[in-house]
């Protein structure tokens, strides 16, 4: 079974750049079957899908982040990042990682999230 | 981008009741839709997908349905622990949107 992990800080000044890392067990992150992806929620709010990612570098990004967006995957490590310049307080949010399920386009499994506050 | 909206936003019910929840897309997205349940400080949990299909492990009293354009989830009869908000996503495109959600409370 899938297991997520992410990683990062959870305090970071506006204008900075937030970097966060997910890190995968239980399957490759180049296989076949999967996208990966990012989902954030800001406080008290609902879910907003940030971007998807495939092992060969495809990405694909919510079209109100993408200037400041930025992918990639280190297939040595199992892992895949984010990195989002420019912030600010509107970008505080919890954080997800997930598998996006290729079959079916949704997000199988998630990390547990991690806490990100813009301050 | 296609738009997924959510109906109603808050439903209080008490535990047995048949509860109801749509999901309307801006367009048709056939029957490429996924329904999450996520409870306070804890990451979304997919329930459903492919619109009616039940992930391993999802009790019997949820279901699914609609294609095209409209859908709903319903849960037969509500358990304490179904007690949490619920979300819907469109997987037709490689773009996905969230409904913006319907938390189930306590009457």
Known sequence: QLQLQESGPGLVKPSETLSL??????DSISSPNYYWGWIRQPPGKGL????????????????????????SVDASKNQFSLRLNSL??????VYYCASLRLISGLFDSCGQGIPVTVS | D?????????????VG?????????????GG???WYQQKPGKAPKLLISAASDLEIGVPSRFS?????????????????????TYYCQHANTFRPTFGGGTKVEIK
Do not use: H, K
């Open chain 1, 21 to 26: 890392i997910c890190s995968v067990s239980g």
């Open chain 1, 48 to 71: 907003e899908w940030i971007g998807t990612l495939y092992y060969t570098g495809t990405t694909y990004y919510n079209a109100s982040l993408e200037s400041r967006l930025t992918f």
């Open chain 1, 88 to 93: 600010t307080a509107a970008d505080t949010a």
């Open chain 2, 2 to 14: 296609i738009q997924m909206t959510q109906s109603p936003s808050t439903v209080s019910a008490s």
């Open chain 2, 17 to 29: 009741d048949r509860v109801t929840i749509t999901c309307r897309a801006s367009q048709t997205i």
């Open chain 2, 32 to 34: 490429w839709l996924g």
């Open chain 2, 64 to 84: 699914g349905s609609g294609s095209g354009t409209d859908f709903s989830l319903t849960i037969s009869s509500l358990q304490p622990e179904d007690f949490a």
